[in-house]
Each structure stands twice: as C-alpha cells, then as structure tokens.
C-alpha cells in the first residue's frame, strides 16, 4: 500500500471522529434515562429470527453502548481534553479503515484510569486507558494498540465470546419498548457476562493472538511501523512485576513473552522501511495531556 495514503486517511477521520465522538456522548447520556429511546432498547424487545441470522448492527451497537456504560463506572470518565479525544479518533479511524471491517463509524476514547489497558465493545467503541498511553513513544504505538482493539471489533470476539448465552441464540435484534420481566433480565446478564470477559477473565487467547496479527497487517497497511505494536508488548513487559494486575491487559490477554515471540516471527512480512512512527506528533498531544495541559 501507498503510504501516502496515511494523510488523507487522518484528515479524513479528524472530521468523522470529532462528529462521531460528540454524537455517541449523547448517547451514552441517553442510556441513563429510562424514557429515552436509547434507554427504551435497553430494557427493549427481542424480535426472535432464525438462530443462524446473524445479529444486527443496531442490536450490536446497544449492546456495545451498554457495556460502554459499565465500562466507565469500573474504569473512569473521558479524559476531560478534547483535543487529545480527537488525535486519539484520528489514529484509530486511520486505522480502522484499513481493518477487515471498515463500513462501520468507530469510536475511540481515552478513559482516565491509571490500569493498563485497551479494550472494545461491540459496534466500534474502543477505549484506551491513561495509563496505558503513558507506556507509549509514538504515534505508531498508539496505532498499534487501537488496531489490536479494532481486530477484536472486526472479527466481533466478544460476540462470539457469550454467543452460546439463551439470550442471543435466535436473537438477532433489539427492538423498542417492549421487553420486561424475563429477557431483560437475559439482556442484563449477557451484558454481565461480557462485562466479565472484557474486564477480568479475557477472552479466548485464539482471539487475542488474531488481534495481534490484525494489528500488525493493519497497522502495516494505514502506513505505520508495525514494530511498533511489538515494542509496546516489550516496554509492557519490563513494567509486568511491578504494574496492577486487576483489569490490566497483563490479567486478560495471553502471557506477553508467547505474543512478543509469536509476533517478532512475523515481521519480515511486513518491511518497516519508510513507515512512519510520527514521535512529535504524537508527543504534541499526549504530553500536554500527561501535565494536565489542552493543546492550542
């Protein structure tokens, strides 16, 4: 691929992010209120089709905002730095273009928590704590870690993670209004259960490892050193014996030194001669971010 390609691409995701950002905090807000027509398909119906017929992306994104939701009680807020939420946007929609899955809007967040780690909810919404941008140098790092995350939203893991749960089997839509007693309850529990594989358990070490190589294809492909993604599993490594273990990607992915070796292997197919890392960049806005400063 072209790495000129890589300028256009972020161009065009500052404006798509910055739109899609603000509309999807408006959503989240709407989830806190039972009246609301997001509120309402939460505690909505289930339309039973065929349990072969595979879920909708309507049905896939409030399942997504939901556990979006919980995220943030569990981990933190939004960084209060717009300009910060942007440039993370902009990465990841580069990146996110580039992906097996790239017709559907992603959304990226930076959640004030010092636990390290990344993850993604269903229908495109991926998050990526302080403390794990912290650990990274350059542009090219960050890309890594949201490609990892996007690969997870692509090949739908956490779906696939609970798809055996009574409630999805056969439900292949959430629809308004109706729902109560029972499959609410369903829906609350699948939630839970995801929330779990998310946050403490992980999910099955197949999928990680597929991440990973869609990390490096996809970084490789948006113009990126796909190195980059390995060193940030090194640096992760020389900080495991000292760092929080609860909730990290240290507790919920498969053991670092099996992901550095199995991805180390694989980088002669992706040359990094010419991809770019992009340093300052980076640093002009994650730095400001790191001193509680906004860029102007």
């Known amino acids: 691929m072209n790495k000129l390609r890589l300028l256009p691409l972020v161009a ?7 739109q899609a950002h603000a509309g999807w905090q408006d959503t989240i807000n709407n989830l806190m ?37 919980d995220s943030m009680q569990r981990f933190g807020k939004p960084v209060q730095n717009e300009a910060l939420q942007k440039y993370v946007n902009l990465v990841g929609n580069a990146v996110a273009r580039n992906s097996r899955r ?11 928590s010092p636990v390290q780690n990344a993850f993604a909810a ?7 704590s302080r403390g794990l941008l912290d ?34 089997q056969g439900a292949s839509a959430i629809t308004a209004a109706t ?8 829906f609350e529990s699948m939630v839970g259960d995801m929330q779990s594989t998310l946050f403490d358990k992980g999910l099955d070490q197949g999928m990680e490892y597929e991440a ?24 992760l490594k020389k900080q495991e014996a000292t760092a929080a273990k609860s909730g990290s990607w240290f507790s919920t992915h498969p053991p670092l030194d099996e992901r550095i070796a199995r991805l180390s292997a694989r980088l002669d197919k992706y040359p990094s001669a010419g991809s770019a890392k992009l340093p300052a960049r980076f640093a002009k806005y994650v730095k400001p971010a790191r001193s509680g400063k906004s860029v102007k």
């Open 33 to 69: 209120k039972p009246d609301s027509k997001e509120g309402k398909i939460l505690s909505g119906a289930t339309q039973v089709l065929s349990s072969s017929q595979e879920m909708t992306y309507q049905t896939e994104c409030t399942v997504g905002e939901s556990l979006a939701l």
């Open 122 to 128: 269903p229908g495109g919404i991926v998050f990526i």
């Open 102 to 112: 790239s017709t559907i809007p992603y959304r990226f967040v930076v959640l004030d």
């Open 12 to 18: 065009l995701s500052c404006l798509i992010a910055a």
């Open 212 to 235: 990973d190589q869609a990390a490096l294809e996809t970084t490789f492909r948006t113009g990126y050193d796909p190195a980059a993604f390995v060193s940030v599993l090194q640096k």
């Open 135 to 168: 650990v990274l140098d350059n542009e090219a790092e960050l890309a890594g870690v949201l490609a990892h995350e996007v690969g997870h939203v692509a090949e739908k893991h956490a779906l696939k993670s609970i798809r055996r749960a009574q409630f999805l």
């Open 179 to 186: 729902m109560k007693g029972s499959k609410g309850q369903q």
